[in-house]
């Protein structure tokens, strides 16, 4: 699924109309068939439709035209000048006069009569503003939008919920608090931030009939990441191959009271089917380990020979996690990147390492993850945690381009980006949230890149495989814990084949 923003929608508007030559009023006919598919008319009579005069106030207007073809009892309320209405909103509004369908101009002595038609109605459809919306609200938008809140029964909101700004999620003054939102091509961006949940609702992205290499030409390159793409990227295992198919990778991770990070990364990246896994660690975490790990090898990490063989040959390695955030964790991790050529993962004590060190990523690009939560990035960048949340998608995507790396900001929705395309993990949820998730992510990804999937794409399905376990978990689990997500990854791994 694709995300845009007000600008991506006003640049694909023009060129679909200016270069493809397709009338405005043929995408907003499309729009509004998309959007009678989710009036959930089966169960719902009366309908109450508010418009602005702008194109999303069209797209209101040709929906009561075709909710009243469809036997249904609609009102329609337009808010704003007449005389300012949008092209193919007149066009929409003179048919609803030709066929005597009623409409309420809204001034301050209807807003009762709006009040009563809102009580009495099923379904409220705003369409008030959408990706045009500019300033804050005040006036009489101000006073319709709250007395649809304070008085609805359901709010289905038109492409977005009118008051919030599609581009990065502020609320104008006030916006519709929507049970539904139907929008159009792109999930807006907007949409992403935290503090905006609350008013969407359930979302819809709809097409409106722009064909699929139009978008791709104009889409912003950030997506939602859907199924398929992890399921394009996860390969049936030919029966001729050998382990050595498969990847060497290694771990470096864990220390005293931090064994089970040590544990949980190798033996994720052994359930994702690395050919050969070794656990590099201090020798105490090795005594500890090496009877509990089956199928992974272990090395003395102070053996300084074998170690720099094994990461001289390795496919990918995975870097941090419980080793704690000392200089002897920097001089291990700048000791690995200079002396392999593979893709690093770094987490955790891996990242807290190098926050005022972060000339040793410069020193390697192009074969980086990282993959912070909001408080290591933070540590990271030297941005607050509350800045990084509300600008997540920019503040990885700078990070991202400026050290040639890739980042994977976790947190509800994971963000991962090269800097040039950028994901949002749509899966996994809170009973996800305890100790040891980090540590089989980082596990997963590192496996992935082993396997041979590009950094990017290692990141990105890493991300939806473990939340995707872990959403399915939580079904029957109150808590889900890394042991229970590692023991599922084979299963959802053979699901996922192509
Ligand atoms: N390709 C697509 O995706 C397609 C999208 N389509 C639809 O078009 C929608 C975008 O339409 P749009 O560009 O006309 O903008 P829209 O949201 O109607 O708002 C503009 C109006 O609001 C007004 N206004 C703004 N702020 C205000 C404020 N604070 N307080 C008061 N007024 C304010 C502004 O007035 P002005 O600033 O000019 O004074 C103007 O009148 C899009 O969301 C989708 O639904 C389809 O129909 C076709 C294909
Ligand atoms: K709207």
Redesign the pocket.
């Known amino acids: 699924m694709r995300i845009g923003t007000s600008n991506s ?2 640049i ?2 023009s060129a ?1 109309v200016n270069e493809y030559k397709i009338p ?1 009023i043929v ?2 006919e499309n ?1 509004v068939l998309s959007a009678f598919k989710h009036m959930d008319i089966e169960n719902n009579q009366r309908y109450v439709i508010v418009s ?8 209101g207007l040709g929906l009561a035209r075709q909710l009243t073809a469809h036997g249904k009892e609609v009102e329609v309320f337009i808010v ?1 000048k007449i005389e ?1 209405m ?1 092209e ?1 909103s007149k066009i929409n509004y003179n048919i609803l006069k030709a066929m005597n369908i009623p409409t309420n101009i809204v001034d301050e002595e209807n807003l009762e009569y709006l009040k009563c038609s809102v009580k009495k109605s099923d379904i409220v459809v705003d ?1 008030i ?10 006036g009489i ?1 101000y006073n319709v939008i709250d007395i649809i809140n304070q008085n609805k029964n359901k709010t289905y909101s ?3 919920p009118s008051g919030i700004n ?1 581009t990065n999620g502020d609320v ?1 003054g006030i916006c519709i608090d929507a049970d539904k939102t139907i929008s ?3 999930y807006k961006r907007g949409f992403l931030k935290y503090d905006v949940k609350q008013y969407i609702g359930e979302v819809i992205v709809e097409h ?1 009939g ?1 064909p699929e290499y139009i978008l791709e030409k104009y889409d912003d390159r950030e997506y939602i990441t859907n199924l398929d793409l992890v399921k394009n990227n996860i390969k049936e295992k030919n029966k001729f191959s050998f382990k050595s198919d498969f990847g060497k990778v290694a771990l470096f991770a864990g220390s005293r009271g931090f064994t089970g990070a040590a544990y949980i990364s190798t033996q994720s990246a052994v359930k994702c089917g690395s050919g050969l896994t070794t656990l590099v660690c201090e020798k105490y975490v090795q005594d500890i380990l090496s009877t509990k790990l089956c199928e992974a090898m272990t090395l003395d990490i102070q053996n300084k020979e074998k170690v720099k063989k094994l990461i001289s040959e390795c496919d990918a390695i995975g870097f941090g996690c419980g080793m704690g955030d000392t200089e002897d964790t920097y001089t291990k991790l700048k000791y690995v990147l200079e002396n392999s050529k593979c893709p690093v993962v770094i987490d955790a004590d891996g990242l807290n390492c190098l926050k005022n060190k972060k000339d040793l990523l410069e020193k390697h690009p192009n074969r980086i993850i990282i993959t912070p939560h909001l408080g290591e990035m933070a540590r990271l960048t030297g941005y607050s945690i509350s800045h990084i949340r509300d600008n997540k998608v920019d503040v990885a995507k700078e990070f991202a381009q400026k050290y040639k790396t890739i980042v994977l900001l976790k947190g509800y929705e994971t963000v991962i980006t090269d800097g040039n395309y950028t994901y949002i993990n749509p899966t996994g949820n809170s009973s996800m949230a305890n100790g040891g998730m980090g540590d089989t992510l980082l596990g997963i990804i590192t496996s992935f890149a082993g396997q041979g999937m590009t950094n990017l794409m290692s990141a990105v399905c890493g991300a939806y495989i473990h939340g995707y376990i872990g959403e399915n978990l939580s079904k029957d689990l109150y808590t889900v814990n890394a042991s229970d997500v590692i023991a599922q990854i084979p299963f959802v791994m053979k699901e996922f084949v192509k």
């Not at 602005?52 to 797209?59: A, E, I, K």
């Not at 503003?129 to 005040?138: A, C, D, S």
């Open positions: 929608t006003k694909l508007d679909c405005l995408m907003m729009a602005g005069v702008g194109n999303n106030g069209g797209d704003g300012k949008s193919c369409c503003f959408g990706t045009g919306l500019e300033r804050e609200i005040k938008f038109i492409d977005v599609a104008l159009f091509e792109f409106i722009i």
